[in-house]
């Protein structure tokens, strides 16, 4: 049975750069309050004014970025996985968008997933599972996100708008016989008794109309979060993720060489860190500099560490997420 390798990682996010600052002149927010609940000091946004863009944009160019580094041709990509919350349309779905842009040629499956901030994981462990049972050989996997038009910048909106923002990347993960590498195992949870806890309500198939100007009034539109339940929440899934895959790998926290927990809040970062016992270079977050990406935070973070040397053949990388749902998950690595 061939193993899942990453082949090659990237990403793509646009120019603007939106400080805390900046925020704070829309909003009842400020600099100190952001970093000091979140450690989030600036996001990209797409600036819909000189250039717009859709998620399927971002996850176009994250894809480009991550085959060139694959050494890869769209010719030999035989499967497209995205991940994404924001996508361009209600339908068809951005995989096939993606499919168009890069010129991937008709009849390679695309398929959708909308897993939020675990995206990523959730269709790494379906890229593992089909390249491992030879359904496919080569799986790029997008997650890719465009929140800036979706949030509210306004007094209500304003705990969940500080903390998203825009970004695509992506993975290229291949078949490979050497068994030592690759893909060593997922663990993917969902709960959906907390579907409500984070949520955007508006529109809905449930609704007739889906969306009406009172429904806009309220800002139904726009993402709602009880922050606290997500935060208490993420900061025991996660560890519970990653102990229960590193015991079924038979891996100690002390030999994993890098951690890479999606990019949510950076004090839930800090605390996964500490209930595992990890030293401070055994985690790598960028949240600082992009803001909670969605499906895009882990693969962003992954292609960042690894343009920095943080990971070299053979080490042990694990990947961990939590959101929206909600779901949860962790993945173990040998690179
Ligand atoms: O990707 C997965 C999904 N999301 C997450 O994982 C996020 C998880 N949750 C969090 O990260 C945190 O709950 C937040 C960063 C969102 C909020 O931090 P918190 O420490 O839980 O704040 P809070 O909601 O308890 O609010 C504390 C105070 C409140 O004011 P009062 O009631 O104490 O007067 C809020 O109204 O901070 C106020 N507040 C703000 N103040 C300035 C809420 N948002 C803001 C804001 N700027 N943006």
């Given at each position: 049975m061939?193993?899942?390798v990453?082949?090659?990682?990237?990403?793509?996010?646009?120019d603007?750069?939106?400080?805390?600052?900046?925020?704070?002149?829309l909003?009842?927010t400020?600099?100190?309050?952001?970093?000091?609940?979140?450690?989030?000091?600036?996001?990209?946004?797409?600036?819909?004014?000189?250039?717009?863009?859709?998620?399927?944009?971002?996850?176009?160019?994250?894809?480009?970025n991550a085959?060139?580094?694959?050494?890869?041709?769209?010719?030999?990509?035989?499967?497209?996985?995205?991940?994404?919350?924001?996508?361009?349309k209600?339908?068809?779905?951005?995989?096939?968008?993606v499919?168009?842009?890069l010129?991937?040629?008709?009849?390679?499956?695309?398929?959708?997933?909308?897993?939020?901030?675990?995206?990523?994981?959730?269709?790494?462990?379906?890229?593992?599972?089909?390249?491992r049972?030879?359904?496919?050989?080569n799986?790029?996997?997008i997650?890719?996100?465009?929140?800036?038009?979706?949030?509210?910048?306004?007094?209500?909106?304003?705990?969940?708008s500080?903390?998203?923002?825009?970004g695509?990347?992506?993975?290229?993960?291949?078949?490979?016989?050497?068994?030592?590498?690759g893909?060593?195992?997922?663990?993917?949870?969902?709960?959906g008794?907390?579907?409500?806890?984070?949520?955007?309500?508006?529109?809905?198939?449930?609704?007739?109309?889906?969306?009406?100007?009172?429904?806009?009034?309220?800002?139904?539109?726009?993402?709602?979060?009880?922050?606290k339940?997500v935060?208490?929440?993420?900061?025991q899934?996660?560890?519970?993720?990653?102990?229960?895959?590193?015991?079924e790998?038979?891996v100690?926290?002390?030999d994993?060489?890098?951690?890479?927990?999606?990019?949510?809040?950076l004090?839930?970062?800090?605390?996964?860190q500490?209930?595992?016992?990890?030293?401070?270079d055994?985690v790598?977050?960028?949240?600082?500099?992009?803001?909670?990406?969605?499906?895009a935070?882990?693969p962003?973070?992954?292609?960042?560490?690894?343009?920095?040397?943080?990971?070299?053949?053979?080490?042990?990388?694990?990947?961990?997420?939590?959101?929206a749902?909600f779901?949860?998950?962790?993945?173990?690595v040998?690179?």
């Amino acid at each position: 049975m061939p193993n899942a390798v990453f082949l090659g990682t990237g990403h793509f996010v646009p120019d603007c750069v939106v400080t805390n600052e900046e925020l704070a002149e829309l909003m009842d927010t400020s600099d100190e309050w952001i970093q000091q609940r979140t450690g989030i000091q600036q996001r990209r946004f797409v600036d819909f004014d000189k250039e717009p863009m859709g998620a399927s944009d971002l996850g176009t160019r994250a894809a480009r970025n991550a085959l060139d580094a694959a050494g890869m041709s769209t010719d030999h990509v035989d499967c497209i996985i995205y991940a994404t919350l924001s996508p361009d349309k209600a339908f068809p779905g951005d995989g096939v968008l993606v499919q168009a842009k890069l010129d991937i040629p008709a009849g390679v499956p695309a398929f959708d997933i909308r897993n939020q901030c675990s995206g990523f994981l959730y269709g790494l462990q379906m890229a593992n599972a089909f390249i491992r049972q030879g359904v496919y050989n080569n799986v790029l996997l997008i997650g890719s996100e465009v929140h800036s038009s979706g949030l509210e910048f306004a007094d209500r909106g304003r705990e969940v708008s500080v903390i998203f923002g825009d970004g695509g990347a992506a993975a290229v993960l291949g078949a490979s016989d050497d068994n030592e590498r690759g893909v060593l195992g997922v663990t993917l949870h969902a709960d959906g008794r907390f579907a409500e806890v984070l949520e955007t309500s508006c529109p809905s198939s449930a609704l007739n109309p889906r969306v009406t100007k009172e429904m806009l009034d309220t800002g139904a539109q726009y993402p709602r979060m009880q922050g606290k339940l997500v935060f208490k929440n993420a900061v025991q899934r996660m560890p519970e993720a990653v102990s229960k895959v590193l015991a079924e790998h038979d891996v100690e926290p002390k030999d994993i060489k890098l951690l890479i927990p999606h990019q949510a809040n950076l004090r839930i970062s800090e605390m996964v860190q500490r209930r595992l016992g990890l030293r401070d270079d055994q985690v790598f977050n960028n949240i600082q500099k992009y803001g909670n990406t969605t499906a895009a935070s882990i693969p962003l973070a992954l292609d960042e560490a690894v343009k920095e040397g943080r990971l070299q053949k053979g080490d042990l990388l694990v990947l961990t997420a939590f959101g929206a749902g909600f779901t949860w998950g962790a993945a173990l690595v040998r690179w």
